[in-house]
């Protein structure tokens, strides 16, 4: 067994034994080189390993972290991967458009935070839009994005796809997806926005997903009109 495999079980074992706890930071690469007595070449390489497997995401100048567990409430949870550019590509024959409702940068409610795993005080995106195709309105998100993951977000992003933006403008490769569906009703505003009747059902999607390092890039809740709107898993 290679020296970088044997520090990734030990670091993976000290995680799943609860010797370090999600959102800790591990040690540095200089720390690890040291407690090992190995290279800094080892030590990535085991970090990398460890990244694969989604127990780590490593953050640019900050370290590397033990990842939280990203399931939301409830007990209809999937975890399925998602189209690479959403909304968009799931319509590739239709004529996408959106209705931009809100779009600034704050600071995430606490649960968002955790979810994104940021630190206090990090700011994010903020945007609602609704989703249309052939000008029939689809869907209402509302949406949270890591300022320091997605660098530049505009107002014509948001018109358009967003994730189209993080994939061929930043290089950026989307991974996975953790999910709650559920069945709600529209609130008011939602109904006059989506062109619906009050007692509507809609679909809840309740989301968080990640990029490949594993750090999550995104937190959103979107309401579809039921019959409007499939959800194919090809899982």
Same mark, same amino acid.
């Given at each position: 067994?290679?020296?970088?495999?044997?520090?990734?079980?030990?670091? +993976?074992?000290?995680?799943?034994?609860?010797?370090?706890?999600?959102?800790?930071?591990?040690?540095?690469?200089?720390?690890?080189?040291?407690?090992?007595?190995?290279? /800094?070449?080892?030590? &990535?390489?085991?970090?990398?390993?460890?990244?694969?497997?989604?127990?780590?995401? =490593?953050?640019?100048?900050?370290?590397?972290?033990? &990842?939280?567990?990203?399931?939301?409430?409830?007990?209809?949870? =999937?975890?399925?991967?998602?189209?690479?550019? %959403?909304?968009?590509?799931?319509?590739?024959?239709?004529?996408?458009?959106?209705?931009?409702?809100?779009?600034?940068?704050?600071?995430?409610?606490?649960?968002?935070?955790?979810?994104?795993?940021?630190?206090?005080?990090?700011?994010?995106?903020?945007?609602?839009?609704? &989703?249309?195709?052939?000008?029939?309105?689809?869907?209402?998100?509302?949406?949270?994005?890591?300022?320091?993951?997605?660098? %530049?977000?505009?107002?014509?992003?948001?018109?358009?796809?967003?994730?189209?933006?993080?994939?061929?403008?930043?290089?950026? &490769?989307? =991974?996975?997806?953790? +999910?709650?569906?559920?069945?709600?009703?529209?609130? %008011?505003?939602?109904?006059?926005?989506?062109?619906?009747?009050?007692?509507?059902?809609?679909?809840?999607?309740?989301?968080?997903? =990640?990029?490949?390092? %594993?750090?999550?890039?995104?937190?959103?809740?979107?309401?579809?009109?039921?019959?409007?709107?499939?959800?194919?898993? /090809?899982?």
């Amino acid at each position: 067994m290679a020296k970088y495999e044997e520090i990734a079980n030990d670091l +993976r074992a000290r995680i799943e034994s609860g010797d370090v706890q999600p959102g800790d930071r591990l040690p540095t690469v200089i720390q690890l080189c040291d407690f090992y007595r190995v290279s /800094k070449v080892t030590v &990535r390489h085991a970090i990398e390993l460890l990244v694969d497997e989604g127990l780590v995401s =490593a953050r640019r100048g900050s370290g590397t972290y033990v &990842r939280r567990n990203r399931d939301l409430p409830g007990e209809a949870i =999937a975890s399925i991967a998602i189209p690479e550019s %959403g909304f968009t590509a799931g319509n590739p024959h239709g004529d996408v458009t959106s209705d931009i409702y809100a779009f600034e940068v704050l600071t995430p409610p606490d649960d968002i935070r955790r979810y994104l795993e940021l630190e206090p005080g990090d700011f994010t995106y903020y945007f609602e839009r609704v &989703r249309k195709l052939n000008g029939l309105p689809i869907s209402i998100e509302y949406t949270y994005t890591p300022i320091d993951l997605v660098p %530049g977000l505009k107002r014509h992003h948001l018109e358009g796809s967003v994730y189209s933006y993080i994939r061929k403008d930043l290089g950026l &490769r989307i =991974a996975d997806s953790t +999910r709650t569906i559920r069945a709600v009703l529209p609130t %008011g505003e939602e109904a006059d926005r989506l062109d619906i009747r009050p007692n509507d059902p809609l679909l809840e999607v309740e989301q968080v997903n =990640a990029l490949d390092s %594993g750090r999550p890039f995104e937190y959103s809740l979107s309401h579809h009109v039921g019959s409007r709107f499939e959800i194919h898993d /090809k899982g």
